[in-house]
C-alpha cells in the first residue's frame, strides 16, 4: 500500500527537457537510421490522442491529491496507456523516512528482492486491484494490460520528462485505511517527484494536477537492476520511448 508523505533527500537527476530533448536526426553513411523525436513532440502525441474513442475505463478515476473523479487512462497507442493527473509522493520502501506512515515495503522489489527504495528509485503507483471485482474492469487494472512490476513509464511534468518504473500500488479493497483507494491515480515515489522538479515532501509537498504518466506494457519495457542503478537504467531508456512512441504515433 502507498503513503502520501516523504521528505526529499535524493539528488535530483538530469531530465531531458520537454522543450529541448534530442532533435530529428537526419541518416547517415548512406543509411536510413531511425529518426528520433522530442519529448515536445511525443508529448503533443499523447495529448492529441487522448480522446474518448481511445478511452480504457468506463468509469473515472480518483486525483490522488484533489479527490476529484476525473481522471481518465487512454490507450494512445498500441500496448501504450496515459493519464494525466496529480503527484502525490510516496516515501514507502527500504528508505528510512521519517515519515509517521512510512511502511517498509512495496509492492514491487528490485531484480535482487530488495524492497524499493522512494528517495532513489523514480517510480509511480496504480491500483492494487479492481474496486468493481468485474472483468473486464470498468476502471483501468494494470494486470488486465500487460503490465507488470517495474513497468517502464515516461513521467512529463512542465518542462522536464524522466523514466520512471511501477513500483508500488494503491489500496485494494481488501485493506482498510483512511482515504486510501483503489481507483486513485496520482502518485509517485520521492525521487521521481524531485527529478521533475515538485515539492517531494508528502507533507507539505507533491501537485494537484499537470504530471503525465505514459505507460509501455510488455516484457521488454520491464526495468531490470537495484536499487543503486535502476534510476540509471530507467533514464537511459527514455530516448528510446520517445522513439518508439513518436514513430508508433505517426509523429
Avoid at 520537454?18 to 547517415?28: D, L
Avoid at 524492497?115 to 468485474?134: E, M, S, T, W
Avoid at 483503489?182 to 527529478?195: D, T, Y
Wanted: hydrophobic letters at 35%; charged letters at 15%.
Amino acid at each position: 500500500m502507498a503513503a502520501v508523505a516523504a521528505i526529499a533527500l535524493a539528488t535530483p537527476l538530469v531530465t531531458q527537457s520537454v522543450a529541448t530533448a534530442a532533435p530529428n536526426t537526419a541518416a547517415t553513411d548512406g543509411a536510413s537510421a531511425a529518426q528520433t523525436y522530442t519529448a515536445a513532440q511525443v508529448l503533443a502525441g499523447v495529448k492529441k490522442n487522448s480522446t474518448s474513442a481511445n478511452q480504457v475505463n468506463s468509469k473515472p478515476h480518483i486525483n490522488t491529491m484533489t479527490r476529484a473523479k476525473n481522471v481518465n487512462v487512454y490507450q494512445v497507442t498500441s500496448g501504450v496507456y496515459a493519464y494525466s493527473s496529480s503527484l502525490a509522493v510516496d516515501d514507502d520502501g527500504s528508505d528510512p523516512d521519517s515519515d509517521p506512515d512510512h511502511q517498509d515495503s512495496t509492492t514491487f522489489q528490485d531484480s535482487n528482492g530488495k524492497q524499493l527504495a522512494a528517495h532513489h528509485v523514480p517510480f509511480y503507483v496504480l491500483g492494487d486491484d479492481c474496486y468493481d471485482r468485474k472483468s473486464p474492469c470498468p476502471h483501468f487494472f494494470y494486470k488486465e494490460h500487460g503490465i507488470k512490476g517495474r513497468q517502464f513509464a515516461l513521467m512529463f511534468y512542465k518542462s522536464k520528462v524522466i523514466g520512471a518504473i511501477f513500483g508500488d500500488t494503491q489500496t485494494g479493497n481488501d485493506q482498510t485505511t483512511s482515504d486510501n483507494d483503489s481507483r486513485e491515480l496520482g502518485e509517485a515515489s520521492v525521487k521521481a517527484a524531485a527529478s521533475l522538479g515538485i515539492p517531494s515532501s508528502g507533507t507539505s509537498g507533491g501537485v494537484d494536477n499537470g504530471v503525465t504518466v505514459v505507460i509501455l506494457s510488455g516484457s521488454q519495457w520491464v526495468v531490470n537492476g537495484s536499487n543503486a542503478n535502476l534510476n540509471a537504467n530507467a533514464q537511459a531508456m527514455v530516448q528510446k520511448a520517445l522513439d518508439t512512441l513518436g514513430a508508433s504515433m505517426h509523429l
